[in-house]
């Protein structure tokens, strides 16, 4: 059994993360193509997780404002996309999470989710950290901030530190893969042990936050032209490893049709490869004790 670090649980409404409680699954589409997409997919995933005994957020984007190329479909905007998830979160009893690129979508996108979620790329922009952790703390929401790929698990300290003066210490940090030259992601395992031992204790008392594996963005294979190419092969072994490795939640992407994802094609799993993941990872959780 791996070491279970000290950390604090973050709470995304219904759903308690951290440990002694169960894996939990942020999954969903990398865009909120549709309304019909995001109920087909939030459904299917929220089948899956109930049969397997695991927690359940529904992730869905309405704007990929960090695309590979300027050409590509980038989502149905924040106005549409709120009224959506305030619907499949009401329709289904689920926590949403979606991600921000900008400070000023805030409040409104707190409005209407459970869970913020900071992209990689902006984990260092100080303005839209503290703005999220604001507007989660008015709300009684929670803020995930993803560790950018250019950043070693001992400096998320300071995303953390920002979003503890921002107000909010209701949080979790993402593991998504660090850069290794050009065109890969390398998943360090020495590396996520730190960031779920991460040292906060300068300017908390409340302990580490709970740390999600993103398994999808993981198998990314970055630099592949106009759209990133991936590994969704390898999607198996890097969350079974991580779930083994004592992460308290994972992060997928699913559609039904990846091929025809308007992002992440390359990376993104059909329903019937997330429920094989998960019954593995869900064994490996019992296993361990979790």
């Known amino acids: 059994m791996p070491n279970q670090p000290t950390a ?26 549709s309304p019909e997409l995001g109920f087909t997919v939030a459904r299917a995933c929220k089948a899956i997780c109930d049969d397997l005994g695991l927690t359940f957020i529904f ?25 959506v998830f305030r619907a499949i979160r009401a329709e ?12 000023e979508q805030a409040g409104p996108v707190a409005d209407a989710v459970d869970l913020l979620q ?13 703005a999220a952790a ?30 503890t003066e921002g107000g909010c210490e209701n949080l979790i940090l993402t593991e998504r893969g660090t850069f290794f030259g050009y065109h890969r992601l390398v998943n360090d395992f020495t590396g996520l042990g730190d960031l779920m031992e991460l040292d906060c204790s300068a300017f908390t008392n409340a302990g580490s936050p709970p740390v ?19 590994r969704p092969d390898r999607a198996p072994l890097l969350a079974s490893a991580a779930t083994a490795a004592g992460v308290h939640a994972l ?4 559609h039904p049709n990846p091929p ?26 019992r296993a361990i004790g979790g």
Not at 10 to 20: A, L, N, S
Not at 119 to 129: I, N, W, Y
Not at 135 to 150: E, H, L, P
Not at 251 to 254: A, G, K, M, R, S
């Open 8 to 33: 604090r649980t973050c709470r995304v409404g219904p759903v308690t993360i951290g440990p002694g409680h169960p894996l939990a699954v942020s999954a969903g589409p990398c865009t909120l193509e």
């Open 134 to 163: 604001k507007a989660a703390a008015a709300t009684g929401g929670a803020v995930n901030i993803k560790k950018g790929q250019f950043l070693s698990p001992k400096e998320m300290a300071g995303p953390v530190l920002k979003a």
């Open 251 to 254: 992060f997928i992407e699913c």
């Open 118 to 130: 900071i992209p990689a790329f902006l984990c260092r922009q100080t303005d839209l950290v503290v």
């Open 92 to 103: 289904l009893g689920v926590p949403v999470t979606t991600d921000l690129h900008q400070p």
């Open 59 to 83: 992730k869905a984007s309405f704007d990929k404002a960090n695309r590979s190329s300027a050409r590509s479909r980038r989502g149905p905007g924040m106005d549409e996309a709120l009224d």
């Open 212 to 230: 999600c594996f993103d398994v999808t963005h993981s198998t990314q294979l970055p630099g592949s032209g106009e759209q990133t190419g991936g």
């Open 260 to 285: 025809e994802a308007w992002s992440d094609g390359a990376t993104q799993l059909r329903p019937d490869a997330v429920r094989a993941i998960l019954t593995r990872c869900a064994a490996i959780r």
